[in-house]
């Protein structure tokens, strides 16, 4: 436990206030959202300010206080929530929460790590712009979290991970020096390009307060369309012809198994199977259009008469308004959380290259099911970029802490399938604690040794996130 004199000296800088460290003030800080991680602090500190941010982590510093960064406390590795050691302190950026300039010339947005996702996309349409980085869990996830995590989300297709979307950032180091890099450059070849050591780093090196991020015109067209496969092969000969026919304006392209969509329409209030017969896979396809809402909708209708005419398509439902296409998507984001009635479920977050998804489903799924035959596989995700969330549900009737007895083995024997492929273990989730042993176990050894070097030289005393990540 953190001497009760230090804690006063950490209180001093945000006020009595925003040092909460009552057990009921803590509460909802210490777990994550699956529950998977659960931990204690004797603080949880809200800074106001980034000349507050930066005295707390020079006195951690000083008295080798390990700081856990907290956004939105939306990740799902565990690497925002403290550990059992009653240790380490939160670092809660939620006050941090301005969004401090638009420059609709530069197309840009500057705010600070606190602002919630969801602010940042209202910002950007009341300025008649489109802020693309989208998540279903927006509504809590803040840009600070997104940024540490470089998250994905469903538009990655067409404009990138979060990391694609910043040109500049200010960044707190554990000695309490202010990186100010907030630029809006598009170009600059000055050396490294220091604000991508910070993102997707966890919280490991410093402390992100803001950030520049760019901005887009809004579409002028949107369509979007549900799709009906038999397989997984004609979803990736489906993505062939929409890439062809849309490039850049094909936004959304997402890839569903039957079994997730069942789970949605008998757990998620007011959904509807947008199509008359079942099908064992779908595709959710978004085109949008800087033209004309007639532009999208003809656009999208050559692509869906392609794939009917070259025998890819089974059925297909073009939505109607705005509002079944928000519909359409509500299916595809209500997934993860339809899953949870059904049981355990064993995730992977994981990404392979695009042509080759339909085998990797596949192998997965026969090393799955050596294992456990009952498995139900809720397999979902963003087929254009190669990400999958390669979820497994326990069997009907098992037990579940049978379920979770398998928890390792499945999850080894989905990542050795992953690596045959040359793909990922963590396409956007990150490392956290959940993956960091699998990480260090399988990189190769110089990209660890790398990274070693690099978290000792930003932060030798060991004070930022201690044991994430690397």
Request: with cysteine; charged share 20%; net charge negative.
């Amino acid at each position: 436990m953190t001497d009760s004199a230090i804690l006063d000296r950490f209180a001093a800088i945000v006020g009595d206030a925003y040092a909460h460290r009552r057990p009921e003030d803590v509460v909802s800080f210490l777990v994550e959202p699956r529950g998977l991680w659960k931990g204690t602090t004797p603080m949880v500190l809200r800074p106001g300010s980034v000349a507050e941010v930066s005295a707390i982590l020079k006195l951690a510093t000083e008295t080798a206080t390990p700081v856990v960064p907290q956004g939105g406390n939306t990740g799902l590795v565990g690497a925002q929530v403290p550990d059992a050691s009653g240790t380490e302190i939160i670092l809660s950026l939620s006050r941090l929460n301005a969004i401090r300039e638009i420059d609709l010339a530069s197309n840009t947005i500057t705010a600070e790590a606190g602002v919630i996702l969801q602010h940042l996309h209202d910002a950007a349409h009341a300025a008649d712009r489109l802020f693309p980085l989208s998540l279903a869990s927006q509504g809590s996830a803040q840009l600070g979290g997104n940024l540490s995590t470089n998250a994905g989300g469903t538009s990655v297709l067409a404009y990138g991970n979060t990391r694609d979307l910043c040109l500049g950032l200010e960044v707190v180091l554990p000695t309490g020096e202010v990186l100010d890099d907030l630029r809006k450059l598009k170009k600059d070849n000055t050396g490294y390009d220091l604000k991508n050591l910070f993102i997707g780093a966890e919280g490991t090196l410093g402390v992100i307060t803001a950030a520049v991020m760019k901005l887009y015109p809004r579409p002028k067209g949107r369509e979007v369309a549900w799709v009906g496969l038999n397989s997984t092969d004609d979803a990736l000969k489906l993505f062939g012809i929409a890439s062809e026919h849309a490039g850049s304006s094909l936004t959304g392209f997402e890839l569903m198994i039957r079994k997730s969509l069942d789970f949605v329409l008998q757990h998620a209030q007011g959904t509807v199977d947008p199509l008359q017969s079942a099908y064992p896979w779908y595709v959710l396809m978004e085109i949008s259009s800087s033209s004309s809402a007639e532009d999208a909708r003809a656009l999208m209708e050559r692509i869906l008469t392609a794939g009917f005419e070259a025998g890819y398509v089974a059925d297909a439902a073009l939505a109607a308004s705005i509002a079944q296409g928000d519909a359409f998507w509500n299916l595809r984001e209500s997934m993860s959380e339809a899953q949870k009635p059904e049981g355990a479920s064993i995730k992977h977050d994981i990404s392979v290259p695009v042509a080759c998804i339909p085998d990797f489903i596949d192998a997965a799924w026969q090393a799955v099911t050596a294992i456990e035959p009952g498995a139900r596989l809720v397999c979902f995700g963003h087929m254009g970029d190669g990400n999958l969330h390669y979820n497994i549900s326990q069997p009907v009737g098992a037990e579940t802490a049978d379920f979770l007895a398998l928890y390792r083995t499945i999850n080894t024997a989905v990542h050795d399938v992953v690596r045959s492929f040359n793909g990922s273990i963590s396409a956007e989730h990150g490392i956290g604690r959940l993956k960091r042993d699998e990480l260090i176990a399988t990189a190769p050894p110089v990209e660890i040794d790398l990274m070693r070097r690099i978290k000792t030289a930003f932060d030798p005393a060991g004070i930022m996130s201690p044991k994430r990540v690397i």
